[in-house]
């Protein structure tokens, strides 16, 4: 006899299965008594625990077409799960023949995503917006239709479910902080997500460091290594690449700050970082640009600064350095505004039951 059918497959042509939010979701789906098992990129071991991981090499736009093409029917699963907008052609073609549902995690405004992007120029970002447009449209007549924020379309779908970037607070690691300055970032590291702005506030403030815990986009890697051997700034910034979720937040433990230097940009204006909410969560006080929707969770929570850009941001540094006992007060702020806002049911626990529920067999009519 072969494997036991799994229920829910995620398929990605594009993630890493390091990728935070798959992490979220197969722990919650695995909260809910289903199997789980996910296709992706990057090394196995970094897959969520407890999954069943498949790990392709990542190559060029060729390759991850193919992918895209491939992985959907490669799963025997009695759930399709996609996270790519290029893969939700062939799951919709793949559930339909194999009789399985499909479920499609939108968690991003694509649309707007590809403005942010510089390879998504000329032919190849026509061909991009093409994809996103149909894929947009497929996307809502699956079975469940999943999006990160009200904003983000489709608007009208089958079955059309919130689940926003919150914490998973089993994730986390929350602890006291080190006995010097240190700063910390999470997430995807390119120049529109205030990479170097980054790098720039905590060069100008000499007692502090910085850990960057993400992927470096290409397009920005020759810049970042010129940068970082500069005087201002050698030594005192470290590159972790990208890490598991539970492996990040390690590093983060006992840092001084979080960072969210998101520039604004159509793919930003609207978006809510989920490591702001993170930062927050783990009591970490947080620097953020003054986007409208960080801004909101900034002054509601009292739990960090606004700053207009990287001097404004070293200015504050250089006055927590001096006077870390400021820090409490954000400190303490982070944490009450987690008890208020968060808890230890996530979003991603009413996904998991939404697709326990599509599973279940429906009781027979009389």
């Given at each position: 006899m072969g494997a036991p059918r799994v229920d829910v497959a995620i398929v990605s042509a594009g993630h890493d299965v390091a990728d935070a939010r798959l992490h979220k979701i197969s722990a919650a789906l695995q909260r809910a008594g289903l199997s789980v098992e996910l296709a992706g990129l990057g090394e196995a071991a970094g897959g969520p625990a407890g999954v069943r991981?498949?790990?392709?090499?990542?190559?060029?736009?060729?390759?991850?077409?193919?992918?895209?093409?491939?992985?959907?029917?490669?799963?025997?699963?009695?759930?399709?799960?996609?996270?790519?907008?290029?893969?939700?052609p062939m799951a919709r073609a793949a559930a339909s023949v194999r009789g399985c549902k499909v479920v499609v995690d939108i968690h991003e405004d694509y649309a707007r995503l590809l403005s942010d992007r510089s390879w998504a120029r000329g032919l190849i970002g026509i061909g991009a917006r093409m994809i996103v447009h149909a894929s947009t449209r497929l996307a809502a007549g699956a079975d469940v239709t999943v999006v990160a924020d009200d904003h983000i379309p489709p608007h009208q779908a089958r079955r059309r479910l919130v689940v926003e970037n919150l914490p998973d607070l089993q994730l986390l690691s929350p602890g006291p902080p080190d006995a010097t300055p240190r700063a910390v970032y999470i997430g995807?590291?390119?120049?529109?997500?205030?990479?170097?702005?980054?790098?720039?506030?905590?060069?100008?403030?000499?007692?502090?460091?910085?850990?960057?815990?993400?992927?470096?986009?290409?397009?920005?890697?020759?810049?970042?290594?010129?940068?970082?051997?500069?005087?201002?700034?050698?030594?005192?910034?470290?590159?972790?690449?990208?890490?598991?979720?539970?492996?990040?937040?390690?590093?983060?433990?006992?840092?001084?700050?979080?960072?969210?230097?998101?520039?604004?940009?159509?793919?930003?204006?609207?978006?809510?970082?989920?490591?702001?909410?993170?930062?927050?969560?783990?009591?970490?006080?947080?620097?953020?640009?003054?986007?409208?929707?960080?801004?909101s969770v900034i002054k509601e929570s009292g739990g960090g600064v606004l700053i207009a850009g990287p001097a404004e941001a070293a200015e504050v540094l250089r006055r927590w350095s001096e006077s870390p006992e400021d820090l409490e007060g954000y400190r303490k702020a982070a944490r009450e505004w987690t008890e208020r806002k968060l808890s230890e049911r996530t979003p991603y626990d009413l996904l998991a039951e939404t697709i326990a529920e599509i599973l279940a067999p429906r009781a027979a009519t009389p």
């Open positions: 991981v498949r790990t392709t090499q990542r190559g060029g736009m060729a390759r991850r077409a193919v992918r895209a093409a491939v992985l959907p029917w490669r799963s025997r699963a009695r759930v399709l799960m996609t996270v790519d907008p290029d893969v939700v995807d590291l390119r120049a529109s997500r205030g990479l170097f702005d980054m790098v720039d506030a905590v060069a100008a403030a000499p007692a502090w460091t910085l850990d960057l815990i993400g992927p470096v986009a290409a397009a920005d890697r020759d810049e970042l290594s010129a940068r970082l051997i500069r005087p201002d700034v050698a030594g005192r910034v470290v590159l972790h690449g990208r890490q598991p979720p539970e492996r990040a937040w390690q590093i983060a433990r006992g840092a001084w700050a979080g960072l969210v230097f998101l520039r604004e940009t159509p793919a930003f204006r609207e978006a809510m970082p989920t490591k702001l909410y993170e930062y927050l969560a783990s009591g970490l006080p947080v620097l953020s640009t003054p986007l409208p929707r960080q801004t």
